[in-house]
């Protein structure tokens, strides 16, 4: 995990809120959906970015909550 921000992983219990190069998890849920929404909010409070992963930890999804450095035109 060396992207910054908050990341949603699988882990024995469930799905884990991880701070990018936390060696602990943020918070522990049953459900990918619930570590999602956690992580969203944390992202959001902290303005940052929220990585979700998939199974095989590869990132998925991307969403900033932060300044965006390099946004959409249009």
Do not use: C, F
């Not at 995990?1 to 699988?10: A, R």
């Not at 049953?30 to 979700?52: H, K, P, S, V, W």
């Amino acid at each position: 995990m060396s992207k910054k921000g908050q990341h949603v992983v699988p882990s024995s219990g469930g799905w884990s809120v991880k701070k990018a190069g936390a060696a602990r998890a943020t918070s522990v849920h049953a459900t990918q959906a619930d570590a999602i929404a956690a992580g969203t909010q944390i992202a959001r409070n902290q303005r940052t970015e929220l990585y979700i992963h998939g199974r095989d930890g590869r990132i998925l999804e991307r969403n900033s909550y932060g300044d965006d450095s390099n946004p959409p035109k249009g």
